[in-house]
């Protein structure tokens, strides 16, 4: 079965950076769009960034353009999203999604089971 498995969250002060992974097994990883979404606390799940299969096409949030950069390396059916300036309203939990359409809604197939990131002040 598909499955997508998050790494490299954790407690990182104002200002710092941060590179989260998410491996994917059980799926042509190619053609899968791939999405990072978070989920701050008492908020709902929002979309942060995605990009097609070939990787050629990506799309963020406004909010996190220049901050955030999403990536993938389809040798290694891993998609990644290096986050810099990191502010403390970033505190979320991140997701990784996949998905054939790339969307910034939540309807996407496949999830994984998220990665805390806490940013302190």
């Known amino acids: 079965q598909v499955q997508l498995v998050e790494s490299g969250g954790g407690l990182v002060q104002a200002g710092g950076s941060l590179r989260l992974s998410c491996a994917a097994s059980g799926l042509t990883f190619s053609s899968y769009a791939m999405g990072w979404f978070r989920q701050a606390p008492g908020k709902e799940r929002e979309f942060v960034a995605a990009l097609s299969g070939s990787g050629r096409i990506t799309y963020y949030v406004d909010s996190m353009k220049g901050r955030f950069t999403i990536s993938r390396d389809n040798a290694k059916n891993s998609v990644y999203l290096q986050m810099n300036s990191l502010k403390p309203e970033d505190t979320a939990v991140f997701y990784c999604?996949?998905?054939?359409?790339?969307?910034?809604?939540?309807?996407?197939?496949?999830w994984g089971q998220g990665t805390q990131v806490t940013v302190s002040s």
């Open positions: 999604a996949a998905d054939l359409t790339m969307s910034t809604s939540l309807s996407w197939d496949y």
